[in-house]
């Protein structure tokens, strides 16, 4: 069962709050990825709590979907189309939310691309390498870097990162994934110690397996247990008001003991399950099963264990 670490003050927070409005209302919240899965399930909810939730993702339709919904439930919502891989479009956003609101007080970083492929099959691929430290790393990293000094000049702010609990374990078949969302944790808690006196605090959210459409092409995963992204923006709202330095479960702390007690014993436990996993058919150049082209993760959400879709284009 997942675990959400809770300070003894929080869990307090938690306690005293009940039956009075959640600390979102009135807020500011910005969510990347919000067109689809865990993104837009959490736009949802912050909007049903009284945020004005700000929209970022690259699906003009999409997001003026979910920003539609938001406001028939009687929510207020801004959408911002944008490329997240676009240092530019980046720098622009931060500009024009600024403007805006004058400062975002809760973000979460959502937008993710997730690859799951054997380093076998990478050899010609570098480029699988740097298009998910652009989207899960660089692109991150640029838009809380220009939204940190109106949360540290207003002495309030929440980061909330959507990872993987693949960083923990180093999961077979992810390193181009799990590298760029490692980075973003080390990052994160780093940048947390820096601004923790400004009261501006980072959440790093490990998650499992979430069903939405980016672990489609990856067959293994269909009847697998995980989460609904419904569940998952459940947890990301909790964080929110928390604001805890992780959220994990249990097999991710396990597998992060064992890497540091029995480092060897691990190498051969994963190397065999590494062996009983073959990659999908995506991952293998072969097609994927659905009936549309898609580019996997981009301004999706990330569920912890993903193969990538076609893309036009791309290798």
């Known amino acids: 069962m ?33 067109s689809s899965g865990i993104g837009e399930a959490t736009a949802l909810a912050v909007g049903r709590l009284g945020s004005t939730v ?42 024009q939310v600024l403007a805006d609101h004058g400062a975002v007080d809760y973000l979460v970083n959502n937008a993710g691309r997730s690859i799951r492929r054997s380093l076998h099959l990478s050899y010609d691929r570098p480029h699988d390498f740097e298009r998910t430290m652009a989207i899960n790393y660089f692109g991150p990293v640029r838009l809380t870097l220009g939204l940190l000094p109106a949360m540290r000049a207003q002495q309030f702010g929440h980061v909330v990162n959507i990872l993987s609990w693949g960083v923990q374990i180093k999961a077979p078949k992810f390193a181009a994934y ?30 499992g397996l979430v069903h939405t459409d980016m672990v489609v092409p990856t067959e293994s995963f269909e009847d697998r247990r995980g989460l609904t992204a419904e569940q998952a923006a459940a947890r990301v709202v909790r964080a929110l008001e928390d604001r805890p330095v992780f959220v994990g479960n249990a097999i991710g702390y396990v ?35 659905g009936d549309k ?3 996997h993760g981009d301004e ?13 284009g791309l290798g």
């Open 54 to 95: 700000l929209l970022v993702a690259r699906r003009v339709d999409d997001l003026a979907r979910v920003r539609a919904q938001i406001v028939e439930e009687g929510g207020q919502a801004a959408s911002y189309p944008c490329d997240l891989t676009d240092a530019e479009a980046v720098d622009g956003l931060v500009k």
């Open 300 to 312: 999706g959400d990330d569920a912890g264990g993903d193969d990538e879709r076609p893309e036009q």
């Open 255 to 289: 597998g992060e003991v064992l890497n540091l007690v029995t480092p060897r014993l691990s190498e051969v436990i994963l190397a065999r399950y590494d062996a009983m996993a073959p990659d999908s058919k995506a991952a293998r150049g072969e097609g994927w099963r």
């Open 178 to 207: 799990l590298a760029s969302k490692s980075a973003l944790d080390t990052w994160s808690r780093i940048a947390g110690r820096e601004t923790w006196s400004d009261n501006v605090t980072f959440t790093n959210m490990r998650f």
């Open 2 to 34: 997942p675990s959400l670490w809770m300070t003894p003050r929080a869990r307090l927070r938690r306690l005293l709050r009940r039956g009075h409005p959640s600390p979102l209302a009135g807020r500011v919240v910005l969510v990347t990825g919000a």
């Open 293 to 295: 082209p898609s580019e």
